[in-house]
């Protein structure tokens, strides 16, 4: 499995933008990168992902490096909902018995807290 | 916008007991992944299914576990003969269906919490 390093924790002051850093530097050319976050209590919600270029959606934008060996989640203004744990995951097409599919690997990921 | 549904949310069987966990997936996948995550550990891939088959069951511990995802009806994963170290929270996935690609997206329920005593 390619293997992500990201950061133990991070804090961030509410309102202000937020950049949790991820290297992969095993990175192959077919691995997305997919971003999770888990609130205390409940399951792992999906951010984002991205193969290439920088993506956005309502939730945050990912920055991905041109070389791909590092991406940065972006969080525009942190509120404090957004204190999770965050996954940055590399998707694996994998060969399971004659069968492909892209699988989910989680680290231990980033916790973020988020002060008022 | 119906997600992926997972019931019981919290089971409590005594050591011994068998534990049936649910998982209905979103509407129109058609593929499901569980999941374990131990207290203070991280998140464990368990087995991934499609309809009536098991294509990776890797993550499953050799014995006492089982799944089954049929035709009609929700994903189960079976425990047999609990044991205190099974008391964790188990969490199911689904994704729509296109194999050989790492780009969709898998969605997860909320999980359903397992403590034995």
């Known amino acids: 499995d390619a293997k992500t390093t990201q950061p133990n924790s991070m804090e961030s002051n509410e309102e202000e933008p937020v950049h949790l850093p991820c290297n992969h530097s095993?990175?192959?050319?077919?691995?997305?990168i997919h971003w999770y976050r888990q609130l205390p209590s409940q399951g792992p919600e999906y951010v984002i992902h991205?193969?290439?270029s920088n993506v956005n959606n309502r939730m945050a934008s990912l920055a991905i490096a041109e070389d791909r060996k590092s991406s940065t989640l972006i969080l525009h203004r942190a509120t404090l909902r957004d204190a999770a744990v965050y996954y940055c995951?590399?998707?694996?097409?994998?060969?399971?018995?004659?069968?492909?599919?892209?699988?989910?690997?989680f680290g231990q990921g980033t916790i973020l807290t988020v002060h008022p | 916008n119906a997600g992926v549904m997972q019931n019981p949310r919290h089971l409590v069987r005594r050591r011994g007991q068998e534990a049936r966990l649910r998982c209905s997936p979103m509407?129109?996948?058609?593929?499901v992944y569980w999941y374990r995550q131990l207290p203070e550990e991280g998140l464990k891939f368990m087995v991934y299914l499609q309809k009536e088959n098991i294509i990776d069951e890797s993550g499953m511990p050799k014995e006492r576990f089982s799944a089954e995802f049929p035709k009609e009806g929700p994903s189960i994963l079976r425990i047999q003969q609990v044991v205190r170290g099974d008391s964790a929270a188990y969490f199911c996935?689904?994704?729509?269906?296109?194999?050989?690609?790492?780009?969709?997206?898998?969605?997860f329920g909320e999980g359903s919490w397992l403590t034995v005593v």
């Open positions: 995951i590399l998707r694996d097409v994998i060969d399971a018995g004659g069968t492909s599919y892209g699988k989910l690997t």
């Open positions: 509407k129109g996948h058609s593929h």
């Open positions: 095993t990175i192959s050319g077919t691995d997305y």
């Open positions: 996935a689904s994704s729509p269906l296109r194999t050989g690609y790492g780009g969709n997206t898998i969605y």
């Open positions: 991205g193969l290439t």
